[in-house]
């Protein structure tokens, strides 16, 4: 039986959030929300879930108003609404899932802004745009020194969790690897990634994968 309470959870809380909703025609919101819960509350997801979502939902609706907070929650509604970890083209299709949308149509204006500032959230290189650097922000929290010990560690294991059919020798490997050179592509966030490697060493290796990291109730 599939468990629909992190689906209503999350519907609840991107409810919460009227500019959001006012983004897409009133007679498509029922379908389109129902589809992207479902898309964020995928079993394989455990960082890059509802949480996730919830987080950066709420933080942009603390920090910024008007067209920025409407396109900053649009952002973070669909960066990682289509997610395979073992994919390479997730940010590509989600921007194409974007683009189709009907918010996207609504808001001619805001389509190409948005669908630039989802494909840089691909971080091969520092965002260009200033909704991408101003999401990015919000988005890598996580690696930052200034984030919490608690966000830290559950983001650590969170992303364990989304590769445990990696054997862990390997997966320790790739992992300090993209942090050693997320640190070297972005100088800032460097003492942060340091403390994601002590973080590393300390992990069980093979947690068997949880619930996900879910919404508070």
């Known amino acids: 039986m599939i468990d629909k309470k992190p689906r209503e959870r999350l519907r609840a809380r991107i409810e919460q959030y009227p500019l959001l909703k006012d983004a897409f025609p009133p007679e498509t919101w029922e379908a389109t929300i129902t589809d992207l819960c479902e898309r964020w509350c995928e079993p394989h997801r455990s960082w890059h879930g509802p949480k996730h979502l919830a987080d950066l939902l709420q933080k ?29 083209d997730n940010e590509e ?53 200034s984030a919490s010990a608690q966000e830290k560690q559950e983001y650590e294991e969170g992303i364990r969790q989304e590769y445990l059919k990696i054997g862990w020798k390997k997966y320790k490997a790739l992992r300090t690897k993209f942090l050693a050179k997320w640190g070297e592509r972005f100088p800032e966030y460097k003492p942060g990634t340091e403390a994601q490697l002590d973080i590393l060493e300390t992990l069980k290796p093979n947690r068997k994968p949880d619930a996900g990291i879910q919404i508070p109730r």
């Not at 942009?60 to 929650?73: D, E, N, S």
């Not at 194409?96 to 989802?118: F, I, M």
């Not at 959230?121 to 909704?131: A, G, I």
Request: aromatic share 8%; hydrophobic share 45%.
């Open 93 to 145: 299709k989600s921007t194409e899932l974007w683009l189709l949308s009907p918010a996207s149509q609504k808001n001619k204006s805001l389509a190409s802004p948005v669908a630039v500032a989802l494909l840089e959230t691909k971080y091969k290189h520092r965002p260009s745009s200033q909704l991408g650097v101003m999401f990015m922000e919000l988005d890598c929290a996580a690696l930052h020194a």
């Open 60 to 88: 942009i609706a603390k920090r910024y108003r008007g067209p920025a907070a409407t396109c900053l929650q649009l952002i973070a509604l669909y960066h990682d609404a289509i997610y395979n970890p073992k994919a390479k």
